[in-house]
């Protein structure tokens, strides 16, 4: 049988391109190919870029109230078929359905954000900034847009960016991750239900060669990039090269600071939560805890009890944490394991060969929990992006600020603290984008902004919140003078009142 085959959507209609090239995409929890997804070519890149260029003049032209109410339209549609999407998600990325539900809802929410473009968008104005001379500013959409995602969120990290791309007025072209790339068609044809005009929304599928095409094409005005570190800065650098405005949100290494004082059941809790949720594929998951002691005895015990609860299976049955996206991947996160025992670390479960509510062919690693990690080996210093959480122990709140500040990425952290003095300090001294206190994963609500800092973001701009509109919006600023034969005469100098 043949597997189908997942299109590009160009000019508002599913297109097979010319290419004769294709990736598998798999069903994780299957343990197999069940489609394939198109990887463009020269020819293909060219006509998606050609027809989000010709829809942009008109997009941008449709007046503030029109674009509002096909987005208005859009949120509507979404919240009542999430669940198909949420379904789309499971089959392809493995994730739970509840956890692929909560991510659309999260999606959803920048949405709701960007139906206040007409707020956001407005500009300033000075009356008589010099006698008779008025100074304002208005902020223009850039053009077309390229936004290139990856696998673990293929529809939150889209919605982080295109909502608000095409309020302000560009038009937009996703490149989603080849592993999932259905979300992306689903979303689109969603728009077109909702009224948004063909070229307005594309999805062009593909690998390096769409990313490159993208990167250097001029008539591409600014790049959202979300993935692994090396990329990201690949992404900045080449993007920033051909002139245009990059934000390129890279890996992470997220830390849980736990003082002595700290309600252990909490922590105990969270843990689990921000270690073991969506199977550890997330970029704001922790994945060390840095144990201030004397805690860390007593809380290996109450999170090894924890894990004990777990159930781990199909996404689709009621399991608490489904498979890695690829074979390749869950080999690469379980390689870690042996890497850990031969740097000396302590494995304390072992996640490998678990029991398992699914077809034994999915790819499959339970949650893993190494204790007495040492910061010198890889499994502290590498991403390892899966269900493998590690405990470093340190004697003080100052060594651990110092371990967490020496670190190459600075996405996420977390302090877990009774104390507000600690807590104050810690969101003053650390050296992070994104600060939870007593909160694990501290994404940013739709109305903040997103990013870390360090190698978790090249460029200066975040995604979402005011950041978002200013990333895809330029600014003008006007100086008038309306001819009043009072004034006049010649000055060569600056008008100075
Ligand atoms: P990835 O870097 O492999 O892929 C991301 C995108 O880049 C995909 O669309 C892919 O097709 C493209 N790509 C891959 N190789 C490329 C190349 N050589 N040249 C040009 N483009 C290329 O990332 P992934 O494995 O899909 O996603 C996981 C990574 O994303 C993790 O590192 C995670 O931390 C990161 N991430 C970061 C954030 C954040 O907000 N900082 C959010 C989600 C994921």
């Known amino acids: 049988m043949t597997a189908s085959l997942v299109p590009h959507w160009i000019n508002g209609?599913?297109?097979?391109g010319t290419s004769d090239r294709s990736a598998p995409v798999f069903d994780p929890a299957l343990g197999k190919e069940t489609k394939r997804v198109v990887l463009a070519n020269a020819a293909d890149i060219?006509?998606?870029?050609?027809?989000?260029h010709a829809a942009y003049p008109a997009w941008r032209d449709l007046s503030l109230a029109r674009r509002q109410a096909i987005i208005f339209t859009f949120r509507e549609l979404l919240n009542r078929r999430k669940g198909e999407l949420a379904e789309i998600i499971?089959?392809?990325?493995?994730?739970?359905?509840?956890?692929?539900?909560?991510?659309i809802s999260r999606g959803q929410e920048v949405v709701e954000f960007a139906c206040a473009m007409t707020h956001m968008l407005k500009g300033s104005f000075s009356e008589n900034a010099s006698t008779g001379v008025d100074v304002y500013s208005t902020r223009q959409p850039v053009g077309v847009v390229g936004?290139?995602?990856?696998?673990?969120?293929?529809?939150?990290?889209?919605?982080?960016?295109?909502?608000?791309a095409i309020a302000a007025g560009n038009t937009v072209i996703l490149k989603p991750s080849e592993k999932d790339p259905t979300a992306a068609i689903w979303m689109a044809e969603l728009w077109k239900e909702a009224g948004l005009p063909d070229g307005v929304f594309t999805v062009l599928n593909g690998d390096k060669e769409s990313v490159d095409?993208?990167?250097?094409?001029?008539?591409?005005?600014?790049?959202?990039?979300?993935?692994?570190?090396?990329?990201?800065?690949?992404?900045?650098?080449?993007?920033?090269?051909?002139?245009?405005?990059?934000?390129?949100?890279?890996?992470?290494?997220?830390?849980?600071?736990?003082?002595p004082d700290a309600d252990l059941d909490l922590v105990a809790d969270?843990?689990?939560?921000?270690?073991?949720?969506?199977?550890?594929?997330?970029?704001m998951a922790i994945s060390v805890i840095v144990a201030v002691e004397p805690v860390a005895d007593t809380l290996v015990e109450k999170i090894v009890s924890r894990m004990k609860t777990l159930t781990i299976g199909d996404g689709r049955r009621s399991c608490d944490m489904g498979p890695l996206v690829t074979e390749v991947h869950r080999d690469k996160v379980a390689s870690y394991i042996d890497i850990a025992a031969q740097d000396g670390a302590t494995i304390v479960v072992d996640g490998r060969g678990i029991e398992v509510d699914g077809d034994p062919n999915g790819y499959w690693l339970g949650p893993t929990l190494i204790d007495n990690v040492p910061t010198t080996s890889k499994v502290y210093t590498e991403e390892i992006f899966g269900p493998v959480l590690s405990i470093v122990r340190v004697k003080s709140y100052d060594e651990g600020?110092?371990?967490?500040?020496?670190g190459a990425f600075g996405n996420g952290t977390a302090i877990f603290t009774n104390d507000g003095g600690a807590a104050r300090?810690?969101?003053?001294?650390?050296?992070?984008?994104?600060?939870?206190?007593?909160?694990?994963?501290?994404?940013?609500?739709?109305?903040?902004?997103?990013?870390?800092?360090?190698?978790?973001?090249?460029?200066?701009?975040k995604a979402h919140g005011a950041q978002g509109f200013n990333f895809f919006t330029r600014e003008k600023t006007m100086t008038s003078r309306w001819l009043d034969p009072s004034h006049g005469g010649i000055n060569l100098g600056f008008p100075q009142n």
């Open 213 to 259: 095409g993208l990167l250097t094409d001029p008539r591409v005005g600014a790049i959202s990039f979300v993935g692994s570190t090396p990329i990201a800065q690949y992404v900045y650098e080449t993007g920033s090269r051909h002139g245009k405005r990059v934000q390129a949100l890279g890996g992470a290494k997220n830390h849980m600071l736990v003082l």
């Open 13 to 16: 209609a599913h297109d097979h």
């Open 46 to 52: 060219e006509k998606a870029i050609a027809s989000a």
């Open 401 to 406: 600020v110092e371990l967490i500040n020496s």
């Open 90 to 103: 499971t089959s392809e990325h493995g994730k739970v359905l509840s956890d692929a539900l909560g991510e």
């Open 270 to 283: 969270s843990a689990i939560n921000a270690g073991f949720g969506s199977a550890g594929e997330r970029c």
């Open 425 to 461: 300090r810690f969101q003053n001294e650390v050296e992070v984008g994104m600060i939870g206190i007593n909160v694990p994963i501290p994404v940013p609500v739709a109305y903040y902004s997103f990013g870390g800092w360090k190698n978790s973001l090249f460029g200066d701009t």
């Open 147 to 164: 936004v290139i995602s990856p696998f673990n969120f293929p529809a939150m990290v889209p919605m982080w960016f295109f909502p608000i």
